[in-house]
């Protein structure tokens, strides 16, 4: 009972604001707080609250107010009061949607995404300001002493320059900061706040860029009217590579940039991007605001605060760039939409594409899917009309499609030599490509010297404590690897298992070991490899792409990171070592990905006059990949794959949902699994297959089991996953991942 209320006396205190706040961690829901009488909150607002003994940021999800309900949740003289607010802009209402969105979408807790929106806290706080000085123009006072150090400071201010901070006028002038200080004292100084971070500059978007064909100019028209329509739409944007696909998708972000709003891009691997955003400073005159994991501190702060502030027209970044709080974002484009790198797989585990499809719904704005090779679930949207579509049929300037060459590897004559990889078909090309003074590449998208490594005396095969993984020979770094966890070790001198010594044996290839074969060949040839351990950070792989392109190698030799968008003008012999690596496992987009990947590597070969020629080693010559890539039939091999797809009721004409349980202890993962076996859905239009030990059954040291949900394609499945994964008790020691859309199977 109240005892105020019982002692009949009136009481003038006004009610507690309360207002519910959303913290970044893997909550069940937002908590409340009591406003403090000298603060005023609305939704979005961004906070630091108490939380146990810890202060953390939060942000503000409801506000309380006079008739809802809020009294049934903690008592009043229990709340704890928000600390302070943060200065910034409130995170914009579409944004809070959007966090609430892909929480329910991928089962995931709505702090965790709230996680990705604001991912360096650091960021809230208002950056400090710089002191700096201009020339004040005084004269010095009566007992001033000129001396040598203070009249360089004075020289090196006297053109009409932006305000210097001390630190760099002690440097240029090789003084003291004392010296400054001095100056400033007598007035000859006047002193100025500086922004620590400058406002991204604008990119100009009237700049003409080049004159359009009139399909560009077309598909440019077409995607134009979408930024200018300020409604949701879906666009694909298919074209083959050099079809000007990226320029066209530039005068849409023009049309954005004139309204005022931001337009966002998303790249696959943005690090690996500065041909793009060269090219992008050469369209606008400046630089996009970056936005992906390589961003070191500072410019991360700055990238998230511009962006929350509004101030950053255009944002480029990786999938991770989506969930920023734009306070007006007005164009999405996906570019290379058909890339499994969107997928997220820990964490959040998200499909960027389909969430930006998403975010462009709940705002309001048109979102363009662009690739050479779009994935099915989109093709599939595209045709029935739930997304546009824009075709952009012909290579630029008409260069040619390079003509591809499959080697079959079972016949004799084509058979490279025992221990050797290339085919004589391709070291002939390759022979002569080098005597007409022009570039090859040779792909293989394997890291390392030897993916396997086995004891010649008694087979035994080395492989990685905690993973069910080979390790891998690298011999440049004199290592084995593994791949999944990143465990080294040395190759031991004697087996483990019989004790032969020096009997180990390399067994197939890696790009390594292509390298090594191609110096045996080619002894005189310039040779570069591309590899992501072979060139830490994206520094390294720019200084090989301008080597490249200067031509001083001859033979680029790499993995999936050379096929990336790259132009190389002198590039005319592309050779794929190994066609069917993709091929093996059950994964069921293992075709379309395999296509997807020797298609952007066939692209590289003959970009401008230069016709180019590309050479396929394959073992299966007749497979519908290896047919469509030497016929130019993408649109033959993904109506077949989409019959192979809808009579299985597989994605995009089912839908697939998995549950990976994992733990360290074996039994209970396995008790675990079959526990949610016998507690799943049942239905119709369902089937659940599993448990079944996950490909790979142990990985980082945890046991791995995975049941896989199938559903027909109008099935909402998140209901029925919460009511499945609700029925089973889980041990804290086990961890169950949920996977909505799967595109990885290990
Ligand atoms: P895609 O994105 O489809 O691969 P790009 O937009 O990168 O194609 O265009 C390929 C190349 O052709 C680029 O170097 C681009 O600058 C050039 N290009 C494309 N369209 C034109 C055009 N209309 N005028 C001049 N150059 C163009
Ligand atoms: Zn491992």
């Not at 790979?696 to 559903?711: D, I, M, N």
Request: neutral net charge.
């Amino acid at each position: 009972m109240d005892l105020l209320t019982a002692s009949g006396m009136e009481t003038a205190a006004p009610p507690v604001r309360r207002v519910r706040v959303l913290l970044p961690l893997p909550l069940a829901s937002p908590y409340d707080y009591r406003v403090p009488d000298d603060m005023e909150l609305e939704a979005g607002a961004y906070v630091e609250v108490p939380l146990g003994p810890r202060h953390v940021f939060g942000v503000v999800w409801a506000v309380g107010g006079p008739g809802d309900n809020w009294e049934a949740g903690v008592a009043a003289s229990r709340l704890k009061p928000v600390i302070r607010r943060f200065d910034l802009p409130p995170m914009p209402e579409v944004s809070r949607r959007f966090v609430d969105w892909v929480a329910a979408y991928t089962l995931s807790a709505p702090g965790s995404v709230l996680r990705m929106a604001v991912s360096v806290s650091a960021a809230l706080e208002d950056p400090k300001q710089l002191l700096a000085y201009l020339p004040s123009g005084e004269s010095p006072p009566p007992g001033f002493k000129m001396t040598d150090a203070r009249r360089r400071v004075l020289a090196l201010m006297e053109e009409d320059g932006p305000p210097r901070t001390p630190a760099d006028l002690a440097r240029d002038a090789a003084c003291g900061i004392g010296v400054i200080r001095g100056l400033a004292e007598s007035g000859l100084l006047t002193p100025v706040a500086l922004r620590a971070q400058p406002r991204p500059p604008i990119p100009d978007a009237n700049r003409a860029g080049p004159e359009l064909s009139p399909d560009q100019a077309a598909a440019a028209g077409a995607l134009r009217a979408a930024v200018d329509a300020r409604a949701y739409s879906a666009t694909l944007v298919d074209g083959v590579t050099g079809s000007g696909k990226t320029e066209v998708y530039f005068e849409a972000i023009a049309a954005c940039l004139r309204q005022g709003r931001q337009a966002l891009v998303l790249l696959p691997e943005i690090a690996l991007s500065s041909q793009w955003l060269d090219r992008f400073a050469r369209r606008f005159g400046v630089r996009p605001v970056e936005w992906h994991s390589d961003l070191a501190g500072a410019h991360r702060r700055a990238a998230w605060r511009s962006i929350a502030n509004g101030e950053a027209p255009v944002v480029v970044g990786a999938r991770s760039a989506l969930f920023l709080p734009y306070p007006d974002l007005g164009l999405i484009v996906v570019d290379e939409e058909h890339e499994a790198a969107f997928k997220q797989e820990d964490g959040v585990i998200y499909h960027a594409r389909d969430m930006a499809v998403a975010r462009a719904f709940l705002g309001g704005i048109p979102v363009a899917l662009v690739s050479a090779t779009p994935s099915l679930e989109t093709l599939t949207n595209a045709e029935t009309g739930r997304y546009g579509r824009i075709d952009l049929p012909a290579r630029h300037g008409g260069a040619s499609l390079p003509e591809v060459t499959l080697i079959d590897l079972r016949r004799p004559d084509s058979r490279p030599p025992a221990r050797h990889w290339l085919s004589p078909i391709l070291t002939q090309a390759m022979a002569e490509t080098l005597a007409a003074g022009e570039q090859a590449m040779l792909f293989l998208n394997r890291r390392g010297y030897a993916p396997l490594t086995l004891c010649r005396s008694c087979g035994f095969r080395l492989q990685c404590p905690n993973c069910t993984a080979w390790l891998v020979e690298h011999r440049l770094s004199r290592r084995l690897q593994c791949h999944h966890c990143g465990y080294t070790d040395r190759l031991p001198e004697t087996c483990p298992s019989c004790e032969a010594e020096h009997s180990f044996v390399a067994c197939g290839p890696g790009v390594e070991r292509v390298a090594e074969e191609v110096a045996q060949l080619f002894p005189d040839a310039r040779v570069a490899l591309m590899t992501s351990d072979t060139l830490i950070g994206p520094q390294a792989i720019q200084t090989v792409i301008e080597e490249v392109r200067a031509h001083k190698v001859d033979i680029l030799i790499g993995t999936q990171v050379m096929a990336k968008g790259h132009h190389f003008p002198m590039l005319t012999l592309v050779g794929v070592v190994d066609g069917d690596l993709g091929l093996g496992g059950g994964d069921l987009r293992a075709a379309e990905r395999t296509f997807q990947m020797l298609h952007q590597v066939a692209g590289r070969a003959g970009r401008e006059s230069r016709p180019g020629r590309v050479f396929l080693q394959t073992h299966m010559p007749e497979h519908p990949v290896m047919q469509a890539l030497a016929a130019h039939d993408r649109d033959a091999f993904l109506a077949a794959e989409a019959d192979q797809r809808r009579a299985m009721d597989l994605p995009p004409y089912g839908r697939l949902a998995a549950l990976i349980i994992s733990g360290e202890d074996e039994r209970q993962v396995d008790k675990l699994a079959r526990d949610l076996a016998r507690a799943a859905p049942q239905g119709d239009d369902l089937q659940v297959l599993g448990p079944a030990p996950a490909p790979l059954a142990l990985l980082r040291g945890r046991h791995r089991r995975r049941l896989l949900l199938k559903t027909a394609r109008g099935v909402a499945v998140q209901p029925l996953l919460q009511s499945w994964l609700g029925s089973v008790p889980i041990p804290a020691a086990v961890r169950v991942q949920v996977d909505v859309d799967p595109y990885s199977f290990m």
